[in-house]
């Protein structure tokens, strides 16, 4: 069975503090992918990776960067956390096959204080 | 820049009974996918159905399908036969073929189906 974990389901952090969200696939997926979901807004792309090493800015970068060391990890980081950036965040890959199925995780809610 | 549009930010329907969920895209692009997902509470999304946009016929997968009308540029999704378990955020997506797998979403429906 097909998965994406992501590595913290519930964080609080303070303005300032510097935030790492962790997604791991166990698919060999090539393509992986940072969205933010807010109520209203349905998902917004923040980042994407295409391969190793390899990033894509989405519609909504600013505040944000990512990293992919290996294939199966991207991570996303909040350089310095802001309160505008308390959202629910969700990782998901896709195969290098033009399918357009993403395989999300469960999702990482973020509150920033 | 594509647009996807979700009309219906909330809909309710009884047990058993047919529901449709409206969705309109703007493009200019002729060749893409369209794409229902479902965010049931607390769980993660998944695909629920798939439409090519060189294909006529309308995709199906059991009780969902949907109808995609390309020059109308709608893809709305019909459930049939409406299940609890059916209760979710239903997001409609757009992503062009050479667009390195980026996807746009709406904003979303919340289906309820009730007892």
């Known amino acids: 069975d097909v998965k994406v974990t992501q590595s913290s389901r519930y964080l609080v952090k303070r303005t300032g503090e510097k935030v790492f969200l962790e997604c791991v696939q166990d698919m060999d997926h090539e393509n992986m992918f940072w969205y933010r979901q807010d109520p209203g807004l349905g998902l917004r792309l923040i980042y994407f990776?295409?391969?190793?090493?390899?990033?894509e800015k989405g519609d909504i970068p600013e505040g944000y960067s990512v990293s992919r060391e290996k294939k199966e990890r991207f991570s996303l980081i909040l350089e310095s956390a802001s309160t505008n950036q308390t959202s629910m965040y969700l990782c998901a890959s896709m195969s290098g096959l033009y399918t357009g199925e993403l395989f999300f995780g469960e999702g990482s809610r973020l509150t920033v204080l | 820049a594509q647009t996807v549009t979700q009309s219906q930010p909330e809909m309710s329907v009884q047990e058993a009974e047919t529901v449709t969920l409206s969705c309109t895209y703007d493009t200019s692009e002729n060749n893409y996918y369209l794409f229902w997902y479902k965010q049931p509470p607390s769980r993660q999304m998944i695909l629920v159905i798939r439409?090519?946009?060189?294909?006529?016929q309308n995709a199906t997968e059991n009780r969902f399908s949907v109808n995609f009308q390309k020059a109308a540029k709608s893809f709305s999704l019909k459930i049939s036969d409406s299940q609890l378990g059916d209760t979710a955020m239903y997001f409609c997506a757009f992503m062009r073929v050479g667009s390195n797998y980026k996807l746009t979403f709406g904003k979303g429906t919340l289906l309820t189906v009730n007892p």
């Open positions: 439409q090519e946009a060189y294909k006529q």
């Open positions: 990776s295409y391969d190793v090493k390899m990033k």
